[in-house]
């Protein structure tokens, strides 16, 4: 399953998708066999946009499947 896609599968996601916080790194991590993405907590939106704008410009294959 692509990040492009434009609908839901048919048969839905095999694991659901799951959202976790973390506190332990500035920066996202995917765990894309079991289709969870931990989102770093920060102390402002500014600096969660800055490592997040970083985190994504910077990794290469972002968004292709």
Known sequence: ?????????AL???PKP???FI???RFPVANTCDNILRIPLHASYTAFK?????????SPG???A
Not at 1 to 9: A, R, V
């Open 62 to 64: 972002f968004g292709r």
């Open 18 to 20: 799951s959202l976790e």
């Open 12 to 14: 839905g996601f095999s």
């Open 23 to 25: 506190n332990h790194s």
């Open 50 to 58: 800055h490592d997040m704008d970083f985190a994504i410009c910077n």
């Open 1 to 9: 399953i692509s990040i492009n896609e434009k609908y839901i599968p």
